[in-house]
Each structure stands twice: as C-alpha cells, then as structure tokens.
T-cell receptor
Framework: EAQVTQNPRYLITVTGKKLTVTCSQNMNHEYMSWYRQDPGLGLRQIYYSMNVEVTDKGDVPEGYKVSRKEKRNFPLILESPSPNQTSLYFC?????????????FGPGTRLTVL | GDSVTQMEGPVTLSEEAFLTINCTYTATGYPSLFWYVQYPGEGLQLLLKATKADDKGSNKGFEATYRKETTSFHLEKGSVQVSDSAVYFCALSENQFYFGTGTSLTVIP
C-alpha cells in the first residue's frame, strides 16, 4: 500500500531533550516536506527537500533540523525542544513532476513539550 | 509572495444543505490549486485539484473551478452529509506549497 508513515504518533517530552520524528514514504517520491499545524494558523511548512541531500527552509524552520540521506526517509530533529514547539506535525511527499504535484500526507505526530 | 486565504469557520450546516467555502489566492505565476480534507484524527488527503484556469476539479460531489480572473477556487457541494464533517484546506502549488488556515465543517442530522 502506498503510504507515508510517521513515528511516533504521540510524544510527550520535556524542554531540552533532543528528539527525532521519523518519516518514510514508499512511493519513490522526489519531494518531501514537514509541516506543523496549529489552531488558527493552518499548516505552516518547516522544511522541504526536493531530492536526496537537498533540503531548504520553509516558513518556520527555527528550532528544527532535517536530513535527507535516502530518498524514502526524511526525519525531523528537534535538538532542544521548547514548549512553543508543542504542535501537530505532518510529513508529506509528492512526485512533484510534470504530471502531478499532489502531496500525500502521513497520519501526523502530536508532540507535547513540557 | 504566494498566499492562500480561505473563509474562516467554523461552519455548521444541516444535512442536505448547500455548501460553499471561499478560497482566494495570490500567486506570481500559474499555480495548481487544491482542496484537501482532514477527517478527525487523520492526516490531510486530496479532495480535488485543478491545474489551469477554467479547470473544474470534482470528487465525492464536491466541485471547485479555477477562476484566474477573480483568483478564486471556491469549494461547493450541493447536498452535504454528516460524513462530510471535517476540516477543509485550500492550497496552491507553485515554487512551494501554500495552505490556507482551514475551515471546519460540521454537518448535523
């Protein structure tokens, strides 16, 4: 089944404790992206990657890191989480080619930073 | 820069009512336009899309027409069902993806 998976789905942590949220897609998509969803603000893009070893900042990159060492994986790293990073996070992938730029979303990771 | 503006919710309708959710966009070029839907506890999924002016996207009884002259992509459905209760996001794709803030729809029996 074609899908985007994220782990963990729920995470409660404390300020300053490094964490990683994994994202994997099995559709051989070039493009991957991370978003955070907050009430009243919709989805805001954190980072995106057009291909392996190519990453770019989105609208709200501060406090986050990403890497794209393999085409299928795009982990989101919070080196020193803070309470304002409490949010619902979504990973997405897209073929981003001349035929389709539809994004396919993972199920989300709800993060709480105490 | 590019942006998407959609009507704020929440929207509450009775079953079989007509639905319109307004969406306007700002873009420098010729973006693709999308409506995504998010059901409770789930990720976003594509509802419909249009890739050029005057295209109409449709799916599950929902429709939206790409209007370049008014820079709009309003979502409509003639008769909503309880199962349509969800959050709806308008989005565009140009150099990057941009999303609106989402409109929550509740349909009551």
């Amino acid at each position: 089944e074609a899908q985007v998976t994220q782990n963990p789905r729920y995470l409660i942590t404390v300020t300053g404790k490094k964490l990683t949220v994994t994202c994997s897609q099995n559709m051989n998509h070039e493009y991957m992206s991370w978003y955070r969803q907050d009430p009243g603000l919709g989805l805001r893009q954190i980072y995106y990657s057009m291909n392996v070893e190519v990453t770019d900042k989105g609208d709200v990159p501060e406090g986050y890191k990403v890497s794209r060492k393999e085409k299928r994986n795009f982990p989101l790293i919070l080196e020193s989480p803070s309470p304002n990073q409490t949010s619902l996070y979504f990973c997405a992938s897209s073929p981003r080619d001349s035929y389709s730029d539809t994004q396919y979303f993972g199920p989300g990771t709800r993060l709480t930073v105490l | 820069g590019d942006s998407v503006t959609q009507m704020e919710g929440p929207v509450t309708l009775s079953e079989e009512a007509f639905l319109t959710i307004n969406c306007t966009y700002t873009a420098t070029g010729y973006p693709s336009l999308f409506w995504y839907v998010q059901y409770p506890g789930e990720g976003l999924q594509l509802l419909l899309k249009a890739t050029k002016a005057d295209d109409k996207g449709s799916n599950k009884g929902f429709e939206a027409t790409y209007r370049k002259e008014t820079t709009s992509f309003h979502l409509e459905k003639g008769s909503v069902q309880v199962s349509d209760s969800a959050v709806y996001f308008c989005a565009l794709s140009e150099n990057q993806f941009y999303f609106g803030t989402g409109t929550s729809l509740t349909v009551i029996p």
